[in-house]
């Protein structure tokens, strides 16, 4: 069982991912002229800054759901290694660049935190973790 001070930095990393991971929603379905020339850089315009927004959106939701804060993790954490490849590959970290790739960092380090924390919630470790015995059947 998590402690209750574990949960509480749980909720604040899934809080703080929300924010960043929601402020960009804005600028990638608007089609900001900034999030425009990122994705058309990344051969990803418009389709994929859209799906990416909507994949996002989805973890964001997750997140904030009690039941599903793991899987919002687990969706914002691969997105925001997608996002930091990114940087690295073709993006580079110049400028406003900077601050974008800083961001995926942190929100790549709330949602790791937040799988950390909450692993036991996981459908393949909640099995290994299980606080009660299994029940097996002897060979006769």
């Not at 930095?9 to 999030?35: D, H, N, R, Y």
Request: hydrophobic letters at 50%.
């Amino acid at each position: 069982m998590t402690s209750p001070k574990f949960k509480l930095v749980s909720w604040v990393a899934q809080i703080i991912a929300v924010l960043i991971m929601g402020q960009t929603l804005f600028f990638k379905f608007t089609a900001a002229p900034e999030s425009v020339q990122l994705f058309t850089e990344l051969n990803m315009e418009p389709h994929g800054r859209l799906i990416i927004g909507a994949l996002e959106l989805i973890a964001c939701i997750l997140l904030i759901i009690p039941s599903s804060i793991v899987y919002g993790a687990l969706l914002g954490s691969s997105l925001m290694a997608g996002a930091i490849i990114g940087h690295v590959t073709e993006l580079g970290w110049q400028g406003d660049r900077l601050e974008l790739g800083i961001y995926a960092i942190v929100v790549l380090t709330c949602c790791i935190s937040t799988i950390m924390i909450r692993r036991r919630e996981l459908p393949l470790l909640k099995v290994i973790h299980s606080d009660k015995p299994t029940k097996r059947g002897r060979r006769k």
